[in-house]
């Protein structure tokens, strides 16, 4: 769907962060870059990929090349304990953490835990551009986009499996939305929240 859109209007803006403007086929190219060195980690199909950025360009292009990689994303919060973080990347045993390079360290005293063992945190600024033969990965509409973690009142995270149709079926041809190319829509709700996915899907998609 993105792609579609990408393609029908490659000079819109799909973002903007204070002057600065980013247009679908910039998007486009920095997503496949992201998907294209996830896939080199060997995220696929199944796979779960933790995604640490603030509201920024970048977080576009994870949670997009994410998804372009074959994968679904699990938001993280780099103030949250490290046992908490540790915890959802292993329940969901994911073995690969994107993040902004000022966050990186803040997800280190995570990685001590046993559950987070074995993880990979890449910085979103090392990654290069993507190949030109570079083909994104075709999810089903089972296929899972993104876990969203309770608050761990039980001292358990427990994640939920949002899979694609879910996120489609929230965002594209809903009655009860508004979305249009004429219109632009504030964002400010943090990766963990799940209206984020309206947020961040809604507008992208419409």
């Known amino acids: 769907l993105f792609a579609r859109q990408a393609e029908r209007t490659p ?7 204070g002057s600065a403007t980013l247009t679908y086929r910039e998007l486009a190219a920095r997503s496949d870059a992201v998907a294209a060195h996830l896939r080199e980690l060997g995220v696929g199909r199944g796979s779960y990929v933790g995604v640490c950025a603030e509201r920024s360009f970048a977080m576009l292009a994870a949670l997009l090349g994410v998804l372009k990689a074959g994968g679904a994303t699990i938001g993280l919060d780099p103030a949250a304990p490290p046992q908490r973080l540790a915890a959802m990347l292993g329940d969901a045993c994911a073995r690969v953490v994107l993040a902004q390079s000022h966050l990186t360290a803040s997800l280190l005293p995570a990685m001590a835990y046993p559950a987070a063992a ?7 600024e090392t990654i290069g551009d993507a190949p030109p033969d570079f ?15 309770t608050s761990g ?3 358990t995270p427990k994640g939920a499996v949002l899979p694609h149709r879910a996120a489609v079926r929230t965002v594209c041809g809903a009655d009860y939305l508004d979305f249009n190319a004429d219109k632009t829509f504030f964002g400010f709700v943090p990766l963990t929240f799940d209206v984020s996915i309206l947020e961040v899907w809604g507008r992208l998609l419409n």
């Open 135 to 149: 083909v994104p990965a075709e999810a089903g509409p089972e296929d899972p986009a993104h876990v969203m973690f």
């Open 153 to 155: 009142s039980t001292c």
């Open 118 to 124: 074995g993880v990979r945190v890449v910085a979103l």
């Open 11 to 17: 000079d819109a803006v799909a973002a903007q962060l």
